[in-house]
C-alpha cells in the first residue's frame, strides 16, 4: 500500500529564512507525489507534482521539491520565507491503481515577523 | 483559471437529516472525487466517478452515501442520515486525465450536525 509520512506536524520560521517541510513516501511503484496547501478556511491548492520527469520540481510562490529514490523524501523547500506563507502543507502521493490522492498529517507552517 | 466550485459554504444540519453537497467540476475534467476532512484529522478519500459510474470507493463511503452527476455540470454528494461523525469538511475534486494530471480542489463545504 502507498503512504506518506510527513515528519514535522508543525513548523516555525521567521519571514526571510529558509523553509524545509519533511516527507517520506511509500510506494511499490514508481509515485505520482504533490504537494498541496490551504490556506485558513480556504480550500487546497495545488503547489507541485512529481510524475518521474526531472527530479527537481518548481511550484508555485517559489516553491521546490526534490524527489530521492535512494531516500524515498520528497521534502518541500523554498529559500526564503514571506507571511502569506503560513498555511497548512500536505504532502500527497496518488494511488496507482485508483488515482485516489493519500494525504499525509499535514504541516502547519507559522511564519514569525 | 477555471476552478471547481462548492456550495454552501458551510450547511447545519439536525441528526438524521438528509444533505446534499453540491459541487460543479471544471468544465472538460472527467474524473470526479470526494474527500472529507474531519477537524484534526487527515484529508481521506471517500469516492471516485467517471463515466457515470464510482469507480472506487473507501469504507467510509457506506449505503448512507451516494453520489450523482445528474446533468452535464453538477457532481453532488448525499448523505441519507446523516451522523455526528459526518460533522467535517467536504472537498470536491476533478481531473482531466486519470494518471498524469492533478487533481483540482474547490473550497470545500463544512458540514456541521448537531
Known amino acids: 500500500a502507498q503512504s506518506v509520512t510527513q515528519l514535522d506536524s508543525h513548523v516555525s520560521v521567521s519571514e526571510g529564512t529558509p523553509v524545509l517541510l519533511r516527507c517520506n513516501y511509500s510506494?511499490?511503484?514508481?509515485?505520482?507525489l504533490f504537494w498541496y496547501v490551504q490556506h485558513p478556511n480556504k480550500g487546497l491548492q495545488l503547489l507541485l507534482k512529481?510524475?518521474?520527469?526531472?527530479?527537481l520540481v518548481k511550484g508555485i510562490n517559489g516553491f521546490e521539491a526534490e524527489f530521492k529514490k535512494s531516500e524515498t523524501s520528497f521534502h518541500l523547500t523554498k529559500p526564503s520565507a514571506h507571511m502569506s506563507d503560513a498555511a497548512e502543507y500536505f504532502c500527497?502521493?496518488?494511488?496507482?491503481?485508483?488515482?485516489?490522492?493519500?494525504f499525509g498529517q499535514g504541516t502547519e507552517l507559522s511564519v514569525k515577523p | 483559471e477555471p476552478e471547481v466550485t462548492q456550495t454552501p459554504s458551510h450547511q447545519v444540519t439536525q441528526m438524521g437529516q438528509e444533505v446534499i453537497l453540491r459541487c460543479v467540476p471544471i468544465?472538460?475534467?472527467?474524473?470526479f472525487y470526494w474527500y472529507r476532512q474531519i477537524l484534526g484529522q487527515k484529508v481521506e478519500f471517500l469516492v471516485s466517478?467517471?463515466?457515470?459510474?464510482?469507480?472506487?470507493k473507501s469504507e467510509i463511503f457506506d449505503d448512507q452515501f451516494s453520489v450523482e452527476r445528474p446533468d452535464g455540470s453538477n457532481f453532488t454528494l448525499k448523505i441519507r442520515s446523516t451522523k455526528l461523525e459526518d460533522s467535517a469538511m467536504y472537498f470536491c475534486?476533478?481531473?482531466?486525465?486519470?494518471?498524469?494530471?492533478?487533481?483540482?480542489f474547490g473550497d470545500g463545504t463544512r458540514l456541521s450536525i448537531l
Open positions: 475534486a476533478s481531473s482531466l486525465t486519470f494518471s498524469n494530471q492533478p487533481q483540482h
Open positions: 510506494s511499490s511503484y514508481s509515485p505520482s
Open positions: 512529481y510524475t518521474s520527469a526531472a527530479t
Open positions: 500527497v502521493v496518488r494511488d496507482n491503481q485508483g488515482g485516489k490522492l493519500i
Open positions: 468544465s472538460n475534467h472527467l474524473y
Open positions: 466517478f467517471y463515466n457515470n459510474e464510482i469507480s472506487e
